[in-house]
C-alpha cells in the first residue's frame, strides 16, 4: 500500500513563498502520475499542478506562471514550490498517486494558510 507524507505548510504572509514537499513509501511510485491538490474551508477539492512520470506538467490556471511541480523518483518525491502566494491560496494542501488508470492515493493533507 502507497503511503503519502505530506510537509512544508505553514503561515506565509501574501506575496510570499512555499515549498511542499510529499514524501511516498511502501511502493514504487515511478510511473505513477503525482499531483497537489487543495481544499479550501467549505469548497470541493481541486488540481492544483501534476506530474507525470515522463515529466509532463499540468497545471491549474489560478497558478500557472508563479507554481512548479517536479518529482525525484530516485527519493520518491514530489515537490510544489508556489510563490506569490495569494489569499485565494489558502487550503488544506493534498498529495496524490495515481497509477495509471487506476484511482487516486492520498496525503493526510498539509495546512496553508495566507495571511495580508
Known amino acids: 500500500q502507497v503511503q503519502l507524507v505530506e510537509s512544508g505548510g505553514g503561515l506565509v504572509q501574501a506575496g510570499g513563498s512555499l515549498r511542499l514537499s510529499c514524501v511516498a513509501s511502501g511502493s514504487i511510485v515511478r510511473e505513477y502520475i503525482m499531483g497537489w491538490y487543495r481544499q479550501a474551508p467549505g469548497k470541493q477539492r481541486e488540481v492544483v499542478a501534476e506530474?507525470?512520470?515522463?515529466?509532463?506538467?499540468n497545471y491549474a490556471n489560478s497558478v500557472k506562471g508563479r507554481s512548479t511541480i517536479s518529482r525525484d523518483n530516485a527519493k520518491n518525491t514530489v515537490i510544489l514550490q508556489m510563490n506569490s502566494l495569494k489569499p485565494a491560496d489558502p487550503a488544506v494542501y493534498f498529495c496524490?498517486?495515481?497509477?495509471?488508470?487506476?484511482?487516486?492515493?492520498w496525503g493526510q493533507g498539509t495546512q496553508v494558510t495566507v495571511f495580508s
Open positions: 506530474v507525470t512520470s515522463d515529466g509532463y506538467t
Open positions: 496524490s498517486a495515481a497509477p495509471p488508470g487506476l484511482d487516486n492515493h
